[in-house]
Nanobody, 118 residues
Framework: VQLQASGGGLVQAGGSLRLSCAVS????????MGWYRQAPGKQRELVAD???????DYANSVKGRFTISRDNAKNTVYLQMNSLKPDDTAVYYC?????????????WGQGTQVTVSS
């Protein structure tokens, strides 16, 4: 199972970006899909995640501004980020919990840089 993230970049405060993360490889059951971020000098933190049934969870700092969604047919998870703030600057990583028969694991994407200028 491999993850390919895209969509990061440089944007001014108040702007928007959309991140995508596509899952490829062997066919597995994709359970929770999520986005995490890590700013310089800080620990990696959960931004948002979404279950296979569509239930979502968000960090308090992004509620009302970010929206996570997934396309199960494309094995892709998205993060729509609006009203971006300089504090949102970080490397964003996608994460997928998957299972196949009795085996399960978690995979990380390579990270995509999001920089918000003031």
């Amino acid at each position: 199972v491999q993850l390919q993230a895209s969509g990061g970049g440089l944007v001014q405060a108040g702007g928007s970006l959309r991140l995508s993360c596509a899952v490829s490889g062997r066919p597995v059951n994709i359970n929770v899909m999520g986005w995490y971020r890590q700013a310089p000098g800080k620990q990696r933190e959960l931004v948002a995640d979404i279950t296979s049934s569509g239930s979502t969870d968000y960090a308090n700092s992004v509620k009302g501004r970010f929206t996570i969604s997934r396309d199960n047919a494309k094995n892709t998870v998205y993060l729509q980020m609006n009203s971006l703030k300089p504090d949102d600057t970080a490397v964003y990583y996608c994460n997928v919990d998957w299972s196949y028969d009795d085996y399960g694991s978690s995979e990380w994407g390579q990270g995509t840089q999001v920089t918000v200028s003031s």
